[in-house]
């Protein structure tokens, strides 16, 4: 079927006269739906042109002759959640409605996780599980009602497949790591040196060629730093973050340095929205003291009125 297939193709007149530069254009554009690619290849000769055929009718979806494919082809075809399904859970669970000002936000929240958590290269580790309570513990500080800010993280992870018990968990073997170490400590087990568990997360990391960084890895590497005690600001943790996971995790940084200066930007808008409204607060208790002092004055007035009205009356009969 191969060699018919390219039997019919270069016996076409278009292609027969198309193995010239100044044609290739035209063959591209006939043959627009296939790999602009391997139409190029049509200018090199008879050969060249057999490959890219064999390579166009070979190809199927995760059998490909590539590490990546054998580790994950045998997820083909499999049902994923989508982000619109991941939101409806959501609602659902929640069962009431987002407060209008942190709808958009918690909208992201729920969409971002649900992808980074159907992804095949996805492997969940404490330092994750760090970030993304940290980012929720974050965005939702400032929510009106406790207890609903409560259920809202709640219904995030529950809606993308995530037990917030186990979670907790896993952020609190980091936490109680870091606690009472030093930067230098962090930088040696980020290097993999060692048998703690941040040691054990890098290892696992370096050893794995499609390892997947994601936002939250970001985040909770942020909470490590503030751990201990390294200046909360965006340029000093960004040069954290790049000796981190550059230099220590031999990882790309770009995103993780980006993800960073996110956080601060994000971080420091939620504390300028705190002060303001607590400044808002602040006015509206000073204006209601001040009505209610006013309310007391008319009151204490109204009072004396009808005392000194009722001494007339008297002093009246009395004569």
Known sequence: MKSLAFMMLVSSPVVSSAFTHSNVARVQKR???????A?????????????????????????????????????????????????????????RPVNALYKSIVSDLVGTTHLITVNARFNRDPVWSLGILSA???????YPEKDTAKEIM???????????????????????????????DVTAAMKGEGDSPLAEITKAAKGDEFWMYSRYFAIGLIKVMETVGVQMESDTAYDVMEEWVG????????????????????????DLMETMMKEIEIREKKRMADRLEEKAEMAMRKADREQKFKEEEMAEVQR
């Open 31 to 37: 043959f627009a739906s296939q790999d602009v690619a």
């Open 247 to 270: 230099k220590s995790m031999e990882k790309p940084t770009f995103s993780a340095c980006a993800d960073s200066d996110l956080f601060f930007r994000t971080k420091n808008k939620l």
């Open 136 to 142: 929720m513990d974050l965005v939702l500080k400032n």
């Open 39 to 95: 139409w190029s290849s049509l200018a090199m000769g008879d050969d060249s042109l057999q490959n890219a055929l064999d390579q166009q009718l070979d190809y199927t979806a995760g059998a490909a002759d590539t590490d990546f494919a054998r580790k994950y082809g045998s997820l083909k075809g499999m049902k994923l959640k989508t982000v619109g399904e991941a939101f409806t859970d959501f609602t659902r669970i929640l069962g």
């Open 154 to 184: 709640s219904a995030i992870l529950e809606s993308v497949g995530m037990d917030e018990e186990e979670l907790r968990k896993d952020a609190q073997i980091i936490l109680d790591w870091a606690e009472g170490k030093s930067k230098e």
